[in-house]
């Protein structure tokens, strides 16, 4: 919390700091005003939101939580709603409506304008994860016939409204999109220059209906302040700004470590999640991995006479199972994260398995030399030595496969390969270490 | 002082002698010339310099003090400043740099071939990790004084050079950072105004020794487009672009998730990436975690005469160690991940620990219920099933605690917490684990 917003919120609360806190309000950033208010009581934070200019109002409403907004929302008369939500960017409002309750979404659709509720309407028809859900319809659209000069008229008039105006898009009378103009070309330009000389017409763009995903790859690669999104007949429809694809390989990222630990995802931070949620996010992976290990458990007990006739054996089992667990989620990860960063492909599999492999080959015998040593310190035993990192050399070279066969496997059958992390793998891995192990140790140790 | 030097010195206060020193220096080793050089009237010491050939001027110039340094730098041209830089050794200009004044830094910096750049942030006083290390210095500073018409006029003729102009950067005599103009608040603006009247001075700016990895959560924060970089006095002396932080986040993500999954972390692609390198990065994790499991082993070997006469408690070994590995290292991502995005803080351990015991008594109930019936139903054994669901309850609880106050304690001893994720845990639970499965199974079934 910063010095500003613990003044904000304890200077409001007397009426005589009135005008101060006005003018704190001026000076702050609206995402830390945004952050003050949520840590005010709610009759406060009302009153506090209330006594900001009209279009300050609307940009710290966008960085308030879902209950905050509903709180506001409930608490305000239409006159204010309909300010807000026609000052709101159109991708925020759209945001904000997809959380809402249907009482609540009914009012605010009702005080927008009409232009503004066709474009909301419009946007809430894009499925949840496709790039058409976060784009915005607020750009700037040139001529190709007209002059740079022309074209900062036109930036001047329209631009304040706009979301960015440092990427300009060219379309033509059936708004097919035909290059693009940056604000600096523009700057840089002679103002008697067409804006057809200066437009760039290698476009990177996306699709309504591509996965959100596909976004931050290609904003990271050509370095993009903003992409435009165009429908099935490459008529442009919106653009996306590099803050909102920002945000989106930041969530992203989170699901799927969330994912690969064995969690159903949540966009909610974690002090704010309640316990129930957290618990409820938990617990599913934790019953389907206690109940597949039952698997390992049958193993065990289908070589019962064995550990009883040589109960050293069993000491050995955490360090294979760890072992094989860890050299499997080590190769899985590698091969996710490299598919989520589109650097990896599924045509690269076979590859990818001959590199597991060959790693494999050589990791495994630094492992088995060095355990092979330490049983042979500790246990002075050379055929448990030899049966048990003999064990561990196969466990290694089959984890591996198993980590880097099932995320691409995954990816194939179009089920996210993050679920083939960790968690899964060790599953998979611990049961087949087990039986290498114990028929090993039958056929080396003849019982 | 040897005797060349003094010669040189004597010479070169007659020009008729400037043939006979250029030979003097073409024979001097170059600690000497930079001796000499420190001897001289400073309008001397920078007539010698300039009539050395480039590359010696290069290794001269590494040997001197700091002040004459910055003598000379402040005394050539920007193309000789450009030579004498892009030949320095990159340890060398770290070195000078250093230890320069922010305006000399710019300057430097500015002349340097781009690759050469890089490779000075990189190694420059900033750490490898640290904002300094990534900032660029092309960017657009502005005057407060300045009206908007002069400020376009300065942007067109400098603009071409600089990684933004989007953003631009209002500073005072002495270089300190006042404020920031967009483009978009110069373009909306009246072409009479005054910067300082538009430009905004609530700035959210970055420390140069700052972490890298506490960029990502500003710009995704304020949705920033650039951020400003300052020295310990507040003078501005870079800019991070968001393209980078992008890539840093990026970048970041990978790491952290490499490092969880116990590997080195690698910049390269994997693909890219040789067979001997990705071993590399493996091995030493895995020999740490294969040895660690030796404790586990030792636990087991313990209790070897109670595995003998109930050789079937051994069978839900797996199952114990599996779930504890995951209840742990679900917390464990989960905290790791809420610090990398700052959205948890140190202080907030005893809050996420208590979240933490909550959670692990919700899911461990519903676990125990179904582990329970099971081993009922498969076992027909009541007090194998209640020894082993007692067990489990506790492992969960135990799990989760190791797992969340694990990486709290790295990130408090200034380790980086993502090393305390799945691997480490389940170390740790594992041995745990059995050490409370064994003894409840003692005292339940007493033997």
Known sequence: ??????????????????????QLIESMNIVDIAAALELMNKVTAIETFRMMPKNKAADVFAYLSREMQQHI???????????????????????????????????????????????????LKYPRDSVG???????????ASHTVAQAFDYIRKTGVDKETIYTCYVIDSSRKLLGIV????????????????????????ANTMD???????????????AMPVVDNEQRLVGIVTVDDA????????????EIMAAMSPSEEPYLKTSIRKLAKNRVFWLLLLMLSATFSGAVISSFEDALTALPVLVAFIPMLMNTGGCAGSQ????IIRGMALSEIKISDILAVWWKEIRIAVLCGAALVVVNFLRILIMNNDIIVALTVSLSLYVTVIMAKTVGSLLPMAAKQFRMDPAIMAAPVITTAVDAISLIIYFNLAKIIMGF
């Open 246 to 257: 920002f945000d989106v390989q930041e969530q992203e990222a989170t699901e799927d470590f």
């Open 182 to 205: 940056s604000a600096r070309a523009l700057l840089l330009a002679e103002q008697t220059q067409k804006v057809s000389e200066i437009m760039k017409t290698s476009v990177i763009s």
């Open 331 to 334: 190769s899985a990860v590698l």
């Open 1 to 22: 919390m910063s010095k500003e917003t613990i003044e904000l919120e304890k200077d409001h609360t007397h009426d005589k700091d009135f005008i101060a806190s006005k």
């Open 73 to 123: 929302v409930e608490s305000i008369t239409n006159p204010e709603i309909k300010s807000i939500i026609n000052d709101l960017f159109v991708d925020d409002a759209v945001d904000f409506i997809e959380e809402m309750p249907a009482s609540v979404v009914k009012r605010v659709l009702a005080n927008a304008a009409k232009s503004q509720r066709e474009l909301i309407n419009q946007l």
């Open 133 to 143: 859900s976060i784009m915005t319809v607020e750009f700037v659209d040139l001529k």
């Open 211 to 225: 996965d959100k995903e596909t976004l931050a790859p290609k904003f990271s690669k050509y370095d993009l302040l």
